[in-house]
């Protein structure tokens, strides 16, 4: 072999050499760089299923957050029908507590006409035997003259008269009435207001009238119809001390326990019940108490 063929073998060799090492370090170089792709779609894939996750997470709270939602909503459905249901017993209960004053109104009118035409009737009597206790002997009459020897002969005791106690004014008592009516006229209209003046007039002017008492309940339950329930307390309590023995004394005790409950105090209100039972047991008034307590 020559010189120059083995010169020109040395030079191939050393080409091929040259491209197997470029070929090596391109090799490599390409192998990294699909090392990195593979890495960056990786982190790529990664990101993506960390957002799907979160995108989920998201989706479900969501969820959760529609069903308290729609649970909320039914209960202030609930609400709302419940608050109709009261609204409408409640309008019930302020209805039956009207028919229940206009009964004892009613009831207390007729009444109170009665003892007036008793009243009357009464005053009627005293005046007929007032009449029927004067002498019949018209005044000025010479008495009879006594013969000689004669005794006086005195006429038999008879029954001693009582005085009768001054008659009433007639026209006071229709004055009283009317002034009674009025104020009762007003606490039928639901006027409360006006039935509060009228009636403290009536009790002011008439203290010692048959129908004080009966004004001074009225006034505290016209308080109460107005929800003044500590007035309508003061007021029943005022009765109670002034008249003891009124026939609206029970009625009165019965009003306080009432307010005293619409305040919230149900002990106290209990306390005046059992207070009621026990002064007036065979009341009306001591009844409706048994009631509500749940007592014979």
Not at 15 to 42: C, K, Q
Not at 122 to 141: F, K, S, V
Not at 216 to 228: E, P
Request: with cysteine; hydrophobic share 40%; charged share 25%.
């Amino acid at each position: 072999m020559t010189r120059a063929r083995v010169a020109v073998l040395i030079g191939v060799a050393c080409v091929l050499t040259a491209h197997a090492a470029s070929a090596a370090f391109f090799e490599d170089d390409e192998a990294r760089r699909r090392i990195e792709s593979t890495n960056l779609r990786l982190s790529q894939l990664q990101r993506q299923i960390e957002d799907r996750l979160t995108a989920l997470e998201q989706q479900m709270k969501g969820q959760g957050l529609a069903d308290l939602s729609n649970q909320l909503q039914l209960l202030q459905s609930d609400v709302a029908k419940l608050r109709g249901q009261i609204e409408v017993v409640t309008y019930e209960l302020e209805q039956a507590q009207k028919r229940q004053r206009d009964l004892y109104v009613d009831l207390d009118t007729r009444l109170r006409k009665i003892e007036s035409a008793a009243a009357a009737q009464a005053e009627a009597a005293h005046a007929a035997a007032q009449e029927a206790a004067a002498p019949g002997t018209p005044p000025g009459a010479p008495p009879e003259a006594a013969g000689p020897g004669s005794a006086t002969v005195a006429p038999p005791p008879g029954p001693v008269a009582m005085v009768p106690p001054p008659a009433r004014n007639p026209a006071d008592g229709v004055a009283e009435q009317r002034a009674y009516d009025a104020a009762l006229d007003q606490f039928k209209r639901g006027d409360y207001a006006g039935s509060i003046t009228a009636f403290s007039a009536f009790v002011k002017t008439y203290p010692r009238s048959p129908l004080a008492s009966s004004a001074q309940y009225w006034i505290g339950n016209a308080q109460y119809a107005r929800r003044d329930y500590r007035g309508s307390i003061a007021t029943q309590r005022q009765l109670l001390k002034e008249y003891p023995d009124s026939g609206k004394a029970p009625d009165a005790l019965l009003n306080i326990a009432s307010a005293q409950a619409d305040m919230g105090d149900n002990g106290a209100s209990r306390r005046t019940l059992e207070e009621l039972i026990a002064k007036f047991p065979k009341t009306d008034a001591a009844t409706r108490a048994r009631q509500r307590l749940g007592v014979r």
